[in-house]
């Protein structure tokens, strides 16, 4: 029944590794996001996409990529980690528009830097 | 920009009730989410408000005064399998109303 899948649960690379981190989604929401979040932290939005646009937030560094191949499925690329991405990455979606629909949540990629 | 702010901890005792508020600065107010995140697990939606008042589900309530940039989460016959942290977030019209910005969470700790 999850309908925010994400893989793998937990990750380790080694610094400087480029890494793909992968959600997809049964809900068919026009709308993806990323979001990082560090221990005690709220998470933090690195972008979206609504559809097939692409949104970016102004402090997201270079380093984070993101692919969006179709509906159901994005991708968040890390170029070349280092030991301060080390976080737990969150896939969520939604209905565009203003709705009173939340964001749901995939249950997280813990990445680990080595 | 946005300004979310919530206590860090709280601390309350099986069965009671409590209260855990936020109050945020927003230009384009566009709705108020509460989420509850256990440790090392994704944040699930508890309750939405964009008008003023109560929106009660169940064992957990919301408040919303928009003119006051404010709102709680009422959390009633409280058990232990609450304690987990509480994320207050935001939606602003900007950026065509989709994104939310999240308080750093409160954390509550239910004792016996």
């Known amino acids: 029944d999850a309908m925010v899948i994400q893989n793998p649960r937990y990750q380790v690379t080694q610094f400087g590794k480029p890494v793909t981190l992968s959600c997809s989604q049964t809900?068919?929401?026009?709308?993806m996001y990323w979001y990082q979040q560090k221990s005690s932290q709220a998470p933090k939005l690195l972008f979206h996409?609504?559809?097939?646009?692409?949104?970016n937030e102004a402090d997201t560094p270079d380093n984070f990529q993101s692919r969006r191949p179709n509906t159901s499925f994005c991708f968040l690329d890390i170029r070349s980690p280092g030991l301060g991405d080390a976080a737990m990455y969150l896939c969520?979606?939604?209905?565009?528009?203003?709705?009173?629909?939340?964001?749901?949540f995939g249950d997280g990629t813990r990445l680990s830097i080595l | 920009g946005q300004n979310i702010d919530q206590p860090t901890e709280m601390t309350a005792t099986e069965g009671a009730i409590v209260q855990i508020n936020c109050t945020y600065q927003?230009?384009?107010?566009?709705?108020l989410f509460w989420y509850q995140q256990h440790a090392g697990e994704a944040p699930t939606f508890l309750s939405y408000n964009v008008l003023d008042g109560l929106e009660e589900k169940g064992r957990f309530s919301s408040f919303l005064s928009r003119s006051k940039g404010y709102s709680y989460l009422l959390l009633k016959e409280l058990q232990m399998k609450d304690s987990a942290s509480y994320l207050c977030a935001v939606r602003d019209r900007a950026g065509g109303g989709n994104k939310l910005t999240f308080g750093t969470g409160t954390q509550l700790k239910v004792e016996l």
């Open positions: 996409y609504y559809d097939k646009d692409f949104n």
């Open positions: 969520a979606t939604s209905r565009g528009g203003n709705s009173n629909q939340p964001q749901h």
């Open positions: 809900l068919n929401h026009n709308v």
């Open positions: 927003t230009s384009g107010f566009n709705g």
